[in-house]
């Protein structure tokens, strides 16, 4: 079955920065496109990035484009998203997300980034 697995937050300074990673498994990764999305708390989950299967293709949000950028290792199995010059508005918990249109969207348990001084 699919699961997807996120690491790498954390407490970081504003200014500062993180990388997330998202181990896949389950499916053969190569051959979706791949999503990161953040819940602030009392908030709606919003999608931050978007990576093609291959990687030749991303997008990102308006409030994270030139600080945060997706990428992925097929031979992996893994997409990461790095973070810089974080802001205190950043402060969600990230999810990994996989779209597959007949079968819906797939979500691992989130991880946590609070960006405070």
């Known amino acids: 079955q699919v699961q997807l697995v996120e690491s790498g937050g954390g407490l970081v300074q504003p200014g500062g920065s993180l990388r997330l990673s998202c181990a896949a498994s389950?499916?053969?990764?190569?051959?979706?496109?791949m999503s990161w999305y953040r819940q602030a708390l009392g908030k709606e989950r919003e999608l931050v990035a978007y990576?093609?299967?291959?990687?030749?293709?991303?997008n990102y949000s308006d409030s994270v484009k030139g600080r945060f950028t997706i990428s992925r290792d097929n031979a992996k199995s893994t997409v990461y998203l790095q973070m810089n010059s974080l802001k205190p508005e950043d402060t969600a918990v990230y999810y990994c997300?996989?779209?597959?249109?007949?079968?819906?969207?797939?979500w691992g348990q989130g991880t946590q980034v609070t960006v405070s001084s």
């Open positions: 997300n996989l779209r597959r249109v007949l079968y819906g969207d797939y």
């Open positions: 389950g499916f053969t990764f190569s051959s979706y496109g």
């Open positions: 990576i093609s299967s291959k990687g030749g293709s991303t």
